[in-house]
Nanobody, 118 residues
Framework: QVQLVESGGGLVQAGGSLRLSCVLS????????MAWFRQVPGKERERVAH????????VYPDSVKGRFTISRDNAKDTVYLQMNNLKPEDTAVYYC???????????WGQGAQVTVSS
């Protein structure tokens, strides 16, 4: 059974940085397209980064472009989200997700709280 475990959330001041990590087990990590989502209460879950199986292509929404970077280490079964110049509006629960194709359902991590104080 595929499991995703996130780490690295926490409290940071505006302008600061955090790095989230997510380890996949129970599957062949290099076959999975990986993504990071975030959600705040009362709002829909928003995808903030996506990376292809090889790591050769990444996608970001305008809200985080230039500040967030997704990367992966297929030898460590791990995907990362480097978040720089954080803003209070980045406060959310961040979820790691992976799937085998664009038509497959996502597997989800348990979520990591990120809080940015002003």
């Amino acid at each position: 059974q595929v499991q995703l475990v996130e780490s690295g959330g926490g409290l940071v001041q505006a302008g600061g940085s955090l790095r989230l990590s997510c380890v996949l087990s129970g599957g062949t990590f290099r076959l999975y397209r990986m993504a990071w989502f975030r959600q705040v209460p009362g709002k829909e879950r928003e995808r903030v980064a996506h990376i292809t199986e090889s790591g050769g292509s990444t996608v970001y929404p305008d809200s985080v472009k230039g500040r967030f970077t997704i990367s992966r280490d297929n030898a460590k079964d791990t995907v990362y989200l480097q978040m720089n110049n954080l803003k209070p509006e980045d406060t959310a629960v961040y979820y790691c997700a992976g799937r085998l194709s664009d038509y497959a359902p996502y597997y989800w991590g348990q979520g990591a709280q990120v809080t940015v104080s002003s």
